[in-house]
Nanobody, 118 residues
Framework: QVQLVESGGGLALPGGSLRLSCAAS????????MGWYRQAPGKGRDLVAI???????NYADSAEARFTISRDGAKNTIYLQMNNLKPEDTAVYYC????????????WGPGTQVTVSS
């Protein structure tokens, strides 16, 4: 089973930047998309950004214009460049992989904490 490992979380000042990475343990030939979700304390898990296998992207309104999702196919890795961070961006960020097997299946990483605070 494919494993996803996130990295790059940490503490940032308001207005600062962080870059998250998510590496898949193997190349996925039946991938639909990969993406980033986040979960703040006491809240549900929400979409941040997704990128399809052919490079199309979609962003949550809160991430549009501040965050950029990208991928390196050779490294089986996606990235989330987060700029102009705000305290409300504080959350655990999860990487998701969606594939088409006999049905649509989702895989999740363990998450990485992002804290935006002065």
């Amino acid at each position: 089973q494919v494993q996803l490992v996130e990295s790059g979380g940490g503490l940032a000042l308001p207005g600062g930047s962080l870059r998250l990475s998510c590496a898949a343990s193997e190349r996925i030939f039946n991938e639909i998309s990969m993406g980033w979700y986040r979960q703040a304390p006491g809240k549900g898990r929400d979409l941040v950004a997704i990128i399809t296998k052919d490079g199309r992207t979609n962003y949550a309104d809160s991430a549009e214009a501040r965050f950029t999702i990208s991928r390196d196919g050779a490294k089986n890795t996606i990235y989330l460049q987060m700029n102009n961070l705000k305290p409300e961006d504080t959350a655990v960020y999860y990487c998701q992989l969606k594939i088409l097997s006999y049905r649509v299946m989702e895989f999740w990483g363990p998450g990485t904490q992002v804290t935006v605070s002065s």
